[in-house]
């Protein structure tokens, strides 16, 4: 028995799911998900409870393992819609920048040339004076696109310069000087 998957999903006020061909969507203030159910999970709705079990009487090993897993996703997709997700990034260095060219995203990282990054479809961005929020609906593209935007400037382990996330700690390396006088 999944110890996440037995837990019920209560709804939010103004969010309704709906299940019909093999396709569960999920819609709220924020705006509308919808994700294909794989064959072997059944996802029922009663009142303001939501509900994921493996079909069938006897379920089999693969549909044991994907109870959770499924579970997890409803509950990212309820809350998605109902108060949405972000991801926060933070500047460590000087002369790194971001600014909103429409809805892109311009980062200058000290390369010759600025980054533009294109906001996929439901993703906003929010630059500040040293960070970035990345918000939407879909939690697996809010940290896709963050991941996205980390990419174009790792932390480097010596001065810890670069992007990282706000709750990301670097650990620091030492330097040569540190190396040599042991």
């Known amino acids: 028995m999944s110890k996440i998957g037995k837990k019920s999903i209560t709804l939010p006020s103004g969010t309704t799911v709906t299940v019909s061909d093999a396709t569960v969507t999920v819609k709220g203030s924020k705006g509308t998900l919808s994700r ?9 709705v009663e009142g303001s409870e939501v509900s994921v079990m493996p079909a069938g009487e006897r379920p089999t090993r693969a549909q044991r393992a994907q109870w959770g897993l499924w579970r997890a996703l409803v509950n990212n997709m309820i809350v998605g819609v109902s108060t949405g997700w972000s991801e926060s990034l933070e500047f460590q260095g000087v002369g790194y920048r971001a600014a909103l060219k429409g809805r892109d995203l311009e980062l200058s990282l000290g390369y010759s040339h600025p980054i533009t990054i294109p906001a996929p479809e439901g993703i906003t961005f929010v630059p500040d004076k040293t960070s970035i929020r990345v918000e939407g609906i879909d939690k697996e593209l809010v940290g896709h696109v963050a991941a996205k935007v980390r990419s174009q400037r790792q932390p480097e382990p010596y001065k810890g310069s670069g992007i990282r996330y706000a709750d990301e700690i670097i650990k620091k390396k030492a330097g040569k000087k540190a190396a040599t006088a042991a």
């Open 36 to 44: 294909r159910i794989p064959t072997g999970i059944s996802i029922a």
